[in-house]
C-alpha cells in the first residue's frame, strides 16, 4: 500500500493534498498498515517546490521503517513539468544516494528523463548491470502491465500516457477494461528527455 507523502513540512503537504491535518492522517495510515503486518511505502510527486529537501522524505521513510518509497516527477497532461538543472542535479544526487544506500528499503521511480543518466551512471561504473537494467526498465513506459488511476478518476495505461481509457468514477468499468484490452497504442512520454 502506498501512502503520499509529498513534503516533509505539513503544512506544505496539507496544503498539496488541499485537506488540513493530510501530513499527520498519512503518517497515521503507515502505522497502522505496519501494524496490521501489510507492506507499506510513501509515494512522493517530485516538485519544483519539494525537489531540494526530498532527502528528508527519504530520510522520513528510513524511520518509519516502511518496505519501499517511490518517487515519481509532476506531471500535467501526460508529460513530465521541467526541472531546472540544478533541482535535476539535486535529485539526481539523492536517487544515486538511496540506489546505493545498501539499507533494506526498496526505491521505486518511473522517469524516463533518466534513462540516459542511468546510462552514464553503468558506463561510468558507478552501477552494475543488474541496477542499471531494473531501474531502466522501471523509466521506460509500462502501458502493457499497468493501469494507473489519477486523482480525478481518469485512468490510463501508464502514469505518463497522453490520453486517458476513460473515468472509473463515471465510465462503466467492462467498457473501460475493453478499451484496455483492445487499445494499446496509448502514447506515453517514456522517450521525454527531461
Request: proline letters at 2%.
Amino acid at each position: 500500500i502506498f501512502i503520499s507523502i509529498d513534503d516533509i513540512n505539513h503544512e506544505e503537504h496539507d496544503l498539496n493534498r488541499g485537506v488540513d491535518g493530510a501530513y499527520e492522517k498519512a503518517l497515521s495510515a503507515i502505522r497502522m498498515c505496519k501494524k496490521a503486518g501489510l507492506k507499506v511505502g510513501i509515494s512522493t510527486t517530485i516538485t519544483s517546490k519539494n525537489v531540494n529537501h526530498f532527502d528528508k522524505i527519504y530520510a522520513l521513510a528510513l524511520d518509519e521503517e516502511v518496505n519501499i518509497i517511490s518517487f515519481l516527477r509532476e506531471r500535467k497532461h501526460g508529460q513530465l513539468v521541467p526541472l531546472m538543472k540544478e533541482q535535476m542535479t539535486k535529485y539526481q544526487n539523492i536517487l544515486y544516494r538511496c540506489m546505493t544506500s545498501g539499507n533494506s528499503i526498496g526505491l521505486n521511480f518511473h522517469d524516463p528523463s533518466l534513462r540516459p543518466w542511468l546510462k552514464d551512471l553503468y558506463d561510468g561504473g558507478h552501477i552494475d548491470r543488474n541496477t542499471y537494467n531494473k531501474y531502466d526498465v522501471m523509466c521506460s513506459c509500462h502501458k502493457e502491465t499497468t493501469i494507473s488511476v489519477a486523482p480525478d478518476g481518469s485512468i490510463s495505461a501508464c502514469n505518463l500516457a497522453q490520453r486517458t481509457m476513460g473515468n472509473i468514477l463515471v465510465d462503466d468499468i467492462e467498457e473501460i477494461i475493453k478499451k484496455y484490452e483492445t487499445e494499446k497504442d496509448y502514447i506515453c512520454s517514456s522517450s521525454i528527455s527531461q
